[in-house]
């Protein structure tokens, strides 16, 4: 299995706050993911990268924004939480068309 | 209409039965079929990948794609217990720069001692 992990595992937090999630890698893999995953909706692409500093928007990308510095890290920023987007945050990576997940992040915005 | 569809289940069947999951895609333009397998609060393990139609076999694992009929299945023998998951199905397509997934919504499997 591709080594990836990310932190936090579990978080609460209030509306209005800014939150970032971290994803990180380390099979120096090219392709980049970040998903939702929601009863009746599966998982969704938010954004994803293509390399250093190429990113692009997914299906849900509206209150969200990523960065890409370094190839093994992959940062998503929720820029004002809203209880909309209390969810499990799945990240992935990719060396060309399949991907490995990570374990996951719980978010609750309260 | 959904791109992927996938029957939610849930699914339950005695152990040593054969497992038949199933769906059906609308995107001629899919490249990739994948099935993963999801136990409750963990993320999605990749179970297998193929890129043409036809079987592939892995184990006690079957994976089938028909993409004259926007059709795949994935095929468990011998089931056992710990099979009891959740098995996503999910299709590839090159689009602005990367390989994306689309996911069916999951079928929830349980095996029955």
């Known amino acids: 299995d591709a080594g990836i992990t990310q932190s936090p595992r579990h978080k609460v937090t209030e509306t209005g706050t800014p939150v970032t999630l971290r994803c990180h890698q380390t099979e ?20 994803y990268s293509y390399g250093v500093k190429d990113t692009d928007k997914g299906e849900v990308s509206d209150g969200y924004s990523v960065s890409r510095s370094k190839t093994e890290d992959f940062l998503l920023t929720l820029e004002s939480a ?29 | ?25 609308s995107n001629s333009a899919f490249q990739y079929f994948m099935w993963y397998r999801q136990y409750s609060r963990k993320g999605p393990e990749l179970l297998m990948y193929t890129y ?13 794609v028909d993409k ?12 056992q217990p710990s099979d009891s998951a959740t098995y996503l199905c999910a299709m590839s397509a090159f689009v602005q720069g990367a390989q994306k997934l ?3 919504q999951g079928t929830r499997l349980t095996i029955n001692p």
């Open chain 2, 102 to 104: 689309v996911f069916g």
């Open chain 1, 28 to 47: 120096n893999h090219r392709y980049m993911y970040w998903y939702r995953q929601d009863p009746g909706h599966g998982l969704r692409l938010i954004h």
């Open chain 1, 82 to 110: 809203t209880s909309s987007q209390t969810s499990v945050y799945f990240c992935a990576s990719s060396p060309s068309y399949e991907q490995y997940f990570g374990p996951g992040t719980r978010l609750t915005v309260t």
């Open chain 2, 52 to 64: 043409s139609s036809g079987n592939k076999e892995d184990g006690r694992f079957t994976a089938q």
């Open chain 2, 1 to 25: 209409q959904k791109e992927v569809e996938q029957d939610p289940g849930p699914l339950s069947v005695p152990e040593g039965a054969i497992v038949s999951l199933n769906c059906t895609y």
């Open chain 2, 68 to 79: 004259s009929s926007k059709y795949i299945s994935l095929f468990i023998r011998d089931s």
